[in-house]
Nanobody
């Protein structure tokens, strides 16, 4: 059974940092691209970042480019997202998504994702 378990979220002040993790199991992690998406209160899903299965390429939304860093450890079956210089508008539930480096909204309707980890940026 495919499982994706996100962790690492929390409450942080503007300008602060967090490191999110996504522990994957039930599939051959190294065979799949992965991505992070987020959902702010009252808004739809927003793609944040993606990474190829072998980490040879990383992709970022303009809103997070230069502040967030995606990475993966295929030996530990874990996906990461380092969040730096956080802004209040980064407040959202963050989800990891299996199988896509840049999923479309249509892809997200059926893509497997975890239960999410909450990031709240507030002073």
């Amino acid at each position: 059974e495919v499982q994706l378990v996100e962790s690492g979220g929390g409450l942080v002040q503007p300008g602060g940092s967090l490191r999110l993790s996504c522990a994957a199991s039930g599939f051959i992690f190294s065979n799949y691209a992965m991505s992070w998406v987020r959902q702010a209160p009252g808004k739809g899903l927003e793609w944040v970042s993606g990474i190829f299965n072998d980490a040879s390429n990383t992709l970022y939304a303009d809103s997070v480019k230069g502040r967030f860093t995606i990475s993966r450890d295929n030996h530990k079956n874990t996906l990461y997202l380092q969040l730096n210089s956080l802004k209040t508008e980064d407040t959202a539930m963050y989800y990891c998504v299996k199988g896509y480096s840049r999923p479309t909204m249509e892809d997200l309707d059926t893509a497997r994702r975890g239960q999410g980890t909450q990031v709240t940026v507030s002073s």
